[in-house]
């Protein structure tokens, strides 16, 4: 299976998740809460296209279609892997920011 455009989809959506929860602290650090939630919200959605891509990809081999393994495949799930953990750690400190200045 030429899963290419799959893959490409994942980095962009993980790529792009990430970088809206940066910038979703950097909002947050000046007390803009209101755009951090929006960016938050952002990152979810884009992680959630790169999951369902994966998702994809993933159901597709216990079908037993055969998934080539790959170095641009293996980039894909370390950069949807990195996504999801600055997502949560976004979230995290977002929340602790707000409580600390009373929101």
Do not use: P, W, Y
Not at 67 to 91: G, K, R
């Amino acid at each position: 299976m030429n899963n290419e455009q799959e893959i490409m989809q994942i980095i962009v959506h993980g790529g792009n998740a990430r970088s809206k929860a940066l910038m979703a602290v950097r909002s947050s650090r000046e007390q803009d809460f209101e755009l951090a939630d929006e960016q938050i919200a952002e990152a979810k959605e884009a992680m959630g296209i790169a999951h369902k891509v994966q998702t994809k990809l993933i159901q597709a081999e216990t079908r037993g279609e055969k998934i080539e393994i790959n170095l641009l495949m293996v980039h894909a799930q370390d950069h949807l892997m990195n996504a999801m953990t600055v997502v949560d750690l976004a979230v995290e400190m977002i929340a602790d920011k707000k409580e600390r200045v009373g929101k």
